[in-house]
């Protein structure tokens, strides 16, 4: 029910939707994950170095396979799923900007975009592959 009421909010909120469309665009391989959809292989620009990126309740994998991503961060797809979760609390969109600032902040602070990044220490530094 948890992940339902999840993916709906995301759905509604638009963040899904741009997901799907960002995944469209990147020319990605689209399947289901544990209630997720996922875009793997996705063609994202190169200043994009995350192992993955959420959007709503699409995990786009840039430049891999999700296998492979696996392999080099076992726990990121649970990583992935809390990120999922701040989307729909955020009330979608609202989330990209407020993870701009977060990300700002953390550099300010640490020198690090995740070290103080409240959503990345949320999600897990660890389960993310973040040191």
Do not use: I
């Not at 407020?98 to 660890?126: C, H, I, K, M, P």
Request: glycine share 12%; hydrophobic share 45%; proline share 4%.
């Amino acid at each position: 029910m948890g992940r339902r009421l999840r993916d709906t909010a995301n759905l509604l909120n638009g963040s899904t939707v741009l997901g799907m469309l960002v995944g469209l665009f990147g020319r990605g391989r689209f399947r289901g994950y544990s209630g997720l959809v996922v875009v793997d292989r996705v063609r994202l620009p190169k200043v994009v170095t995350a192992s993955a990126m959420t959007v709503g309740s699409v995990v786009l994998v840039p430049r891999r396979s999700l296998e492979e991503a696996v392999a080099r961060v076992p726990e990121l797809m649970q990583h992935e799923e809390e990120h999922a979760w701040q989307y729909a609390y955020c009330f979608g969109l609202p989330f990209l900007p407020l993870y701009g600032l977060a990300t700002a902040w953390s550099l300010a602070r640490t020198g690090d975009r995740a070290r103080a990044n409240v959503f990345e220490v949320q999600a897990g530094l660890e389960t993310g592959g973040y040191r």
